[in-house]
């Protein structure tokens, strides 16, 4: 015997080991259990017939046998790797559900009717999250859901003098925000009547005095189900700089691409929609991709929407806190992974 031969031999067993394991806990399915019986079915044949590797390169077309077991391997080495990242993402989805589940069952529940509630999500702004939440409770607006997504700053001790005004739900682990605005949502569809949604930026970016025209387009038009802002419709107050001008006309681009919109802007955040309309939109898609989602789901249910123009307050606070634009990339290929193959 020699060494690749015992080196057959011990995988072989080790395989067969962790097949009888799985296959107790009844994970199995049939595609994996074809993949486990022929690899193994490989290794026993080259173990105890290692002639047999002269027959089978000559089939595949490859010059030598060595070949073969490369890239056979590799092969089987790319599927298990998927479903390992398969099996993170599930890991990830359940950690956050979890999350969110706890923030709702701590807080306080209140049945409240009004004609518009904000969705704050919050990470680590105790510079500005007072003045935010005090420019809406100046206009009368009372009715906030703020999401404190796991800051590890100061912003809980600074949201303490709200938390008689406001409804406040704690993520106790950051989740990011997309998870802290379905944590919002779902709040929303058990505990709240109201008639309007508005998802609202924390660091004050998002101007209220377009709050009117979100409420008008409604008004004008009861089919509407979900208006988004749009710093490009029309010229607007945004003080946005050139390079990332180009990359948010690209991204239109791309969103037109993949998901079959027209759309002027697509990432600002400002949106707001009907409370019936949550029922059509559940945020799965993790960290800053999320908005992607949103025009996704806008498009493959055919939820009637219209754009309307807003001026969106970039200050050195806000602008120090922007992903880079080589992060675009990233973001592109999470939305085709998730559009395409989950």
């Not at 007072?130 to 607006?141: G, P």
């Not at 508005?198 to 189900?225: E, I, P, V, Y």
């Not at 409370?275 to 055919?302: G, N, P, Q």
Request: charged share 20%.
């Amino acid at each position: 015997m020699n060494l690749l031969q015992l080196f057959f031999i011990i995988s072989w067993i080790i395989l067969f080991i962790i097949s009888i394991d799985v296959a107790k806990k009844q994970k199995f399915n049939a595609l994996h259990f074809l993949v486990f019986i022929w690899v193994w079915a490989w290794l026993v044949i080259f173990t105890f017939f290692p002639n047999a590797l002269n027959t089978f390169w000559w089939f595949f077309w490859l010059q030598r046998w060595a070949d073969l077991l490369v890239y056979s391997s590799i092969i089987f080495l790319m599927y298990f790797s998927v479903l390992l990242l398969n099996k993170v993402e599930e890991n990830k989805s359940d950690i956050t559900k979890l999350v969110r589940e706890i923030a709702i069952t701590n807080s306080k529940k209140e049945i409240i009717s009004w004609e518009i509630c904000f969705v704050i999500a919050v990470y680590n702004e105790e510079k500005v999250i007072k003045n935010t939440i005090l420019n809406l409770l100046d206009y009368w607006y009372k009715n906030i859901i703020l999401i404190n997504d796991g800051s590890k700053d100061n912003t809980l001790n600074e949201l303490k003098d709200f938390k008689d005004q406001i409804v406040i739900l704690t993520h106790y682990k950051n989740r990011w925000q997309w998870a802290a605005l379905e944590t919002g949502f779902e709040y929303l569809r058990r505990y709240w009547e109201t008639k309007y949604v508005c998802t609202f930026d924390a660091d004050g970016q998002h101007q209220l005095k377009d709050l009117h025209k979100f409420l008008n387009a409604f008004k004008d038009d009861n089919s509407l189900q979900i208006v988004l802002g749009s710093r490009f419709i029309t010229k607007t107050n945004t003080n946005v700089n050139l390079s990332r001008k180009i990359i948010l006309k690209l991204w239109i681009l791309f969103t037109f691409f993949i998901s079959s919109i027209k759309l002027t802007d697509s990432h600002n955040g400002y949106r707001v929609m009907k409370i019936e309309t949550l029922k059509d939109i559940s945020i799965t898609i993790d960290w800053m991709w999320h908005a992607s989602e949103i025009v996704d789901i806008i498009a493959t249910k055919k939820l009637k929407f219209k754009e309307i123009p807003v001026d969106i307050l970039y200050t050195d606070y806000t602008l120090s806190k922007w992903q880079s634009s080589l992060n675009a990339i990233n973001i592109a290929l999470k939305t085709i992974w998730y559009k395409f193959f989950k």
